[in-house]
């Protein structure tokens, strides 16, 4: 076995395993812990930059006109739409956005800590499986996820709107349900999904986003004075709390080769 084929965690697997149904299953099933020996064959069937899924500047657009979209009463079609974006603006996990506590929050210093996860799990009495699921509130999978990760403005005014549908108090969550309780990830997940079937956008893992977000540090984006703004594979795999830069580089982040387009004239040999 090669260095490219040691131990994963099983939570680094998942950030691999992009948009299919059985990540999808997998995720919801809360069966993402303990450690996986990636074999030869496994690696074949892990995504490269050619299969990773993100939104386009259009795309961003019409997701967000639909997710902040009311109804003729002025009421919001969907509940708490501005975490969507704001895991667009951070590059959050699912279950890191779920876990965040408003005193997790430090709007002043424009930074966030993330501390606690959230997932589903079947239920159990000991060693006995029970009927139905459970929200699961722990510690984060590994010493990278646990970061602190920096605010835009975009994404203090999400945080700023979630507070203004729902706040429980500094000790609850960003993201609560009715009763100021850890929100169920199937239910944020099936609310996402159903903004998504409401614009012409192809589907899309909640995953993307991630995706997304990774891909614009890295690429760039273009600033008003025309230049272009982009950080580091190493300095996105710390704000995505990944172990490795390779981890970053290989499965989060989709290359734009437009910017290769006459990169060696003037190199004639």
Request: glycine share 6%; proline share 3%; no cysteine.
């Amino acid at each position: 076995m090669n260095d490219n084929a040691k131990v994963f965690s099983l939570i680094e697997m998942r950030e691999m395993m992009i948009d299919t149904s059985d990540y999808q299953m997998m995720e919801e099933a809360g069966e993402f812990t303990g450690i996986l020996e990636m074999k030869a064959q496994d690696k074949e069937n892990l995504p490269t930059s050619e299969t990773i899924t993100i939104f386009t500047p259009e795309e961003i657009k019409i997701f967000k006109d639909e997710a902040f979209s009311t109804f003729s009463n002025g009421k919001r079609k969907y509940q708490q739409a501005a975490a969507y974006i704001l895991m667009l603006n951070t590059g959050l996990r699912t279950g890191e956005v779920l876990g965040l506590l408003n005193s997790d929050i430090d709007l002043d210093n424009r930074v966030m800590h993330l501390n606690r996860g959230v997932k589903e799990i079947s239920k159990r009495d000991g060693v006995t499986a029970e009927k139905g699921r459970e929200v699961k509130v722990g510690k984060l999978k590994s010493a990278t996820s646990k970061r602190d990760v920096p605010l835009n403005d975009t994404a203090i005014e999400m945080i700023l709107d979630l507070r203004k549908e729902f706040y429980f108090g500094e000790d609850s969550p960003l993201i609560p349900d009715e009763k100021g309780n850890f929100t169920r990830p199937v239910n944020f997940r099936k609310r996402y999904y159903r903004i998504l079937k409401a614009t012409a956008i192809e589907t899309k893992g909640l995953h993307s986003l991630r995706h997304t977000f990774a891909t614009n540090l890295v690429n760039g984006i273009k600033q008003p004075n025309g230049s272009i703004k982009s950080l580091t594979p190493r300095q996105v795999a710390d704000l995505l709390g990944h172990t490795t830069s390779e981890i970053t580089e290989m499965y989060y982040v989709k290359r734009d080769l437009t910017k290769l387009n006459g990169i060696t004239d003037g190199f004639e040999l």
